[in-house]
């Protein structure tokens, strides 16, 4: 018997087409499930979809002609980025081809966004691939991950970020911090931060916040225009998208919502009990444990992640239009709303959670936490006890980035959801 | 004239070789097992014997393999599929270079094998008790799909977009995936591409576990499948070898342990 080797004429993929495959068929199974799975979509979601297939199926760099700055966390002011003409970019990662690179870079029991951020960065295959990264010392995955990620190549400077929030002694700190980070970029870009210039950013910056907070004001209502999914999908575009268009695409939405809303177009079902979304930020394409609430026929009406609400929540509230006070407002604005876990006390968040609880009239809410994201591990105790006191039922669950971990994770959700309609049907009677 | 017949009696084809006593193979035959595996392995025996034009009586030793290896009762020896596999692996391929690792996916069941430098298996991982990665799983997704089997690898080809992927890894669920896929009008091209990368990617889990050693080896029927193959070296990253009849590997071995157990014998 001899040897055929039917496969002869093709070529096998390179590392890097096999990462864009993999990457792709992940993203187009999220993107077709937006599509396709739920009833009544959007006319104005189209334009994201198209994005992310864009930008995750088929590679297409969106920034050609700025300094694209990479931001690995929340805590760096895209309007100091946006007034040295530059471009920020987030790179906090939610793919599993990436987190399954990074695993062979760190521990494997670290957190999967960690992961995925640095095995993204390590294959060295990004779209809008940044000139320089600005990484705060944040939790101790993501800052011992900058110095990792200088290993590669890149320009990484570390932004010192204080653990507590409180004190002066912090908030002086993080000034200084700032300052340091807004002339160490000017310097790279050869720009000046200037009255004017930065008084513009605040005010695109502030006018996106401002969309944000519409947005989520309709999802206030009964009847609700738009799925917790989409949501995710549109404050995701945010962390890459050219400002301009997302403001454009943004607007839209929000008129096909206020129509919505007037017609009393409701995404759910009748008692589809209203989840407000918690703990580590679901990052397109990770969008499992949304899409399993969802799916199973409870909504999201509101988050507390870094990803959505935290990122567009809180305004820089400006005394003096000087630039220097200008820098102090943004650093007080990014520290002292800040609500993430790693700070050493941090009531605010939970007191967030209470307040969209009650303001988006939900019914529960689900706190997820990634496995190895230590600090939302660590602070779930005291949210759950919060939660326990106000008398809101509360679901804790702890998952990754792999896909093949959804069968347990259902049953819990549905089990969860289905508690809270037997809850809301008594209620009704 | 001795010959010597393997009878590998799968789930879903009876294989049978006829080698000689240098090992040369001089035929082959595969039917299909249907519902009496022990009736059709006689016929298929007796078929393939007026076909090469030998007569029975010479054929002097009888190695069964494969799943149903004990319902052949005539056999002088029966042996188990993964050493049989091992041993026709390397004798098809000793013209070209050595074979670290088998990859065979059958009718109900895959495997991988790893091998030493003698040929010995060191090291084996079959898949659970699930028709997922197997040939039957391709089997139901042609079925779906309204293709031919014979044809999903030229389908393969032909996908223009993002393959679509299974996530289920059951071959039930996988079902109503694929179903739901075309009720919303996706490509069957980009719907088998996504299958057959959906079935490389648990192969090449299950390669993992015993380590991925470079001689790859891969047989079994779905092994047929042009498109399958090439998903599957993409997700090893390397070229993987395709014997000329990926199918009779594992009976071809047992006809040369039948050689080696008759030679020691005597």
């Not at chain 1, 700070?343 to 939900?362: G, W």
């Not at chain 2, 016929?43 to 494969?66: M, Q, R």
């Amino acid at each position: 018997m001899s040897y055929i080797n039917r496969s002869e004429n093709h070529k096998i993929e390179t590392p890097v087409e096999k990462q864009n495959r993999h990457k792709a068929m992940e993203a187009i199974k999220v993107i077709n499930t937006l599509k396709e799975e739920f009833k009544s979509p959007l006319k104005s979601m189209e334009y994201f979809y198209r994005l992310f297939e864009d930008v995750y199926c088929h590679q297409k760099s969106l920034h050609t002609d700025k300094v694209k700055v990479g931001t690995m966390c929340i805590q760096i002011p895209s309007e100091i980025i946006y007034a040295l003409d530059g471009v920020p970019i987030r790179l906090c990662n939610g793919f599993y081809t990436d987190d399954e690179i990074g695993s062979d870079l760190m521990p494997s029991k670290s957190c999967p966004l960690v992961k995925a951020s640095v095995g993204h960065l390590s294959s060295q295959n990004l779209s809008d691939k940044p000139h320089m990264i600005y990484s705060p010392t944040t939790c101790d995955q993501k800052t011992k991950a900058g110095a990792t990620i200088e290993s590669f190549g890149y320009d990484v400077v570390d932004v010192d970020f204080p653990r507590t929030k409180e004190s002066e002694i912090s908030r002086e700190f993080f000034r200084r911090s700032i300052r340091s980070f807004a002339s160490d970029l000017s310097k790279k870009t050869g720009k000046k931060l200037t009255k004017k210039n930065l008084k513009a950013s605040i005010g695109k910056i502030g006018y996106a916040q401002s969309l944000y907070h519409r947005l989520s004001d309709l999802r206030k209502n009964k009847n609700l225009p738009i799925l917790g999914v989409d949501m995710f999908l549109v404050t995701n575009a945010f962390f890459f998208d050219k400002i301009n268009n997302w403001i454009e695409a943004t607007e839209m939405l929000l008129q096909e919502l206020e129509t919505r809303v007037q017609q009393n177009v409701h995404v759910g079902g009748k008692i589809s009990p209203r989840i407000v979304y918690t703990g580590s930020p679901p990052i397109f394409p990770n969008y499992k444990i949304p899409l399993l609430i969802e799916e199973s026929d409870a909504v999201i009406v509101a988050d507390e992640t870094c990803s959505s609400n935290r990122m567009f929540n809180d305004r820089v509230a400006v005394d003096e239009w000087f630039v220097n006070d200008m820098l102090d407002s943004m650093a007080d604005k990014y520290l002292k709303a800040c609500t993430c876990p790693i700070f050493s006390k941090n009531d605010d968040r939970i007191r967030r959670i209470i307040e969209l609880v009650r303001s988006h009239n939900a019914d529960g809410v689900v706190y997820q936490a990634f496995a190895g994201c230590t600090v939302y591990e660590l602070e779930q105790r005291s949210v759950l006890e919060a939660m326990e006191k106000e008398g809101i039922s509360i679901l804790y669950l702890e998952s990754d980035y792999s896909p093949s971990q959804s069968g347990q994770l259902s049953t819990r959700v549905e089990a969860f959801i289905e508690s809270l309609k037997m809850k809301k049907r008594k209620k009704g009677k | 004239m001795k010959y010597f017949a393997g009878i590998d009696i799968g789930s879903t084809a009876i294989k049978i070789s006829i080698a000689d006593e240098n090992k040369n193979l001089l035929g082959h035959k595969i039917t299909a097992s249907g519902s009496m595996f022990y009736k059709y392995a006689h016929e298929t025996l007796d078929a393939l014997v007026s076909e090469i034009g030998i007569n029975k009586e010479d054929i002097i030793y009888t190695v069964a393999t494969g799943y149903g290896r004990k319902i052949f009762k005539e056999a002088d020896e029966n042996i188990s599929e993964i050493t049989a596999n091992a041993v026709g692996a390397r004798a098809a391929a000793r013209d070209h270079g050595e074979i670290k690792t088998i990859i065979n996916i059958g009718g109900q069941d895959s495997k991988a094998i790893s091998l030493d430098e003698e040929g010995n298996v060191t090291n084996f991982a079959m898949n659970d008790r699930c028709a997922a990665g197997t040939g039957k799983f391709l089997d139901a997704c042609a079925m779906n799909l309204e293709i031919r089997v014979e044809d999903l690898g030229e389908k393969h080809f032909a996908s223009t977009g993002t393959p679509l992927s299974i996530n289920s890894t059951c071959a039930v669920f996988a079902e109503s995936e694929i179903i739901g896929l075309l009720g919303n009008s996706h490509s069957v091209e980009d719907i088998v591409c996504g299958v057959h990368y959906s079935i490389a990617k648990r192969i090449v889990k299950l390669v993992k576990r015993v380590g991925i050693k470079e001689g790859i080896y891969f047989d079994g029927g779905p092994a047929l499948n042009i498109g399958l193959v090439s998903a599957i070296e993409n997700e090893l990253s390397c070229k993987i070898f395709i014997p000329q009849y990926p199918q009779i590997t594992t009976s071809y071995g047992a006809a040369i342990i039948g050689v080696d157990s008759y030679t020691y014998e005597n």
